[in-house]
């Protein structure tokens, strides 16, 4: 079974403060994805990438940067956390293109 | 932009009654997905149909796809408490020359014992 790990499952953090988020894939996988899910609205994309130190913006990049230099790893990246940008992230990656997301566990972040 | 627009956004049951929930979506695609969501957890997949499929089981789901309509729905048959959950429907298909995966806003379904 594949498993997509993402590090935190709960963080807190402050207005301001630079925030990684971390997703790691065991299965080889070459892309993978950086949802957050806020009721109401729910999954938006934010980047995606295909393969290492490739990466595509989604539709809600603003303020968030990634990284992928490895291709089992996928990192968010917070520059400047705001207050709004408290929210459930989700990582997911699959082997190609149309076959079924894997989830991670999600990682809630609340900025204060 | 948000595809798929489920409906109903809320729906409540009692055990072994049958669940339906819908999907709409506005441009072509390749599959449509359902996944499922335990609270505050990951989403997990559930069953893919393609676009060139009308109708899907697998177990006690059933989906169908109108790509005429762009809609689909999925049936839980026979429902349990463990069924209690959101469920979301995706799309997925090439778009402005990038491939994605859009997701509705989800079904909130309470199945009570």
């Known amino acids: 079974d594949v498993k997509v790990t993402q590090s935190s499952r709960y963080l807190v953090k402050r207005t301001g403060e630079k925030v990684f988020l971390e997703c790691v894939q065991d299965?080889?996988?070459?892309?993978m994805f950086w949802y957050r899910q806020d009721p109401g609205l729910g999954l938006r994309l934010i980047y995606f990438s295909y393969d290492v130190k490739m990466k595509e913006k989604g539709d809600i990049p603003e303020g968030y940067s990634v990284s992928r230099e490895k291709k089992e790893r996928f990192s968010l990246i917070l520059e400047s956390a705001s207050t709004n940008q408290t929210s459930m992230y989700l990582c997911?990656?699959?082997?190609?293109?149309?076959?079924?997301?894997?989830f991670g566990n999600g990682t809630r972040l609340t900025v204060t | 932009s948000q595809q798929g627009e489920e409906d109903p956004q809320a729906l409540s049951i009692q055990e072994g009654e049958n669940a339906t929930m819908n999907c709409s979506y506005k441009t072509s695609i390749n599959n449509l997905q359902w996944y499922r969501q335990n609270s505050g957890r990951g989403l997990v997949h559930l069953i893919l149909i393609r676009s060139n499929e009308r109708e899907k089981h697998s177990g006690r789901l059933r989906v169908t796809l109108d790509t005429s309509k762009k809609s689909s729905s999925l049936l839980i048959t026979a429902s349990r408490a463990a069924d209690t959950a959101s469920y979301f429907c995706?799309?997925?298909?090439?778009?402005?020359?990038?491939?994605?995966?859009?997701f509705g806003t989800g079904t909130r379904l309470k199945v009570l014992a």
């Open positions: 997911a990656s699959i082997d190609r293109l149309g076959s079924p997301l894997h």
């Open positions: 995706a799309t997925d298909a090439w778009t402005s020359g990038t491939y994605k995966y859009i």
């Open positions: 299965m080889d996988h070459e892309n």
